[in-house]
């Protein structure tokens, strides 16, 4: 139909549609398994430089340690 002005809008061509065949995509989740330290020391893989560590618990006393402490006493 023409417009209001006698004149035709311009028609419009889209590109086609490409035809392809459809990419399966599978998602695999790893999970870490949990380590619990608890009080012991444990031996294990440093991440950054893959070597062979063992870790070391150290216990200071705090502030709240003394003022529980007096506050008892």
């Not at 549609?17 to 949990?34: L, M, N, R």
């Not at 560590?53 to 340690?65: C, F, K, N, P």
Request: aromatic share 10%; charged share 10%.
């Amino acid at each position: 139909r023409p417009d209001g002005k006698g004149m035709n809008p311009p028609r419009y061509t889209g590109q086609p549609v490409p035809t392809s065949t459809p990419v399966t995509v599978q998602t695999v989740y790893v999970q870490q398994p949990i380590v619990v330290f608890y009080d012991r020391p444990v031996q294990m893989s440093c991440l950054s430089c893959n070597q062979m560590i063992v870790t070391r618990l150290s216990y200071e006393s705090g502030a709240l340690t003394w003022l529980s402490c007096g506050g008892l006493f």
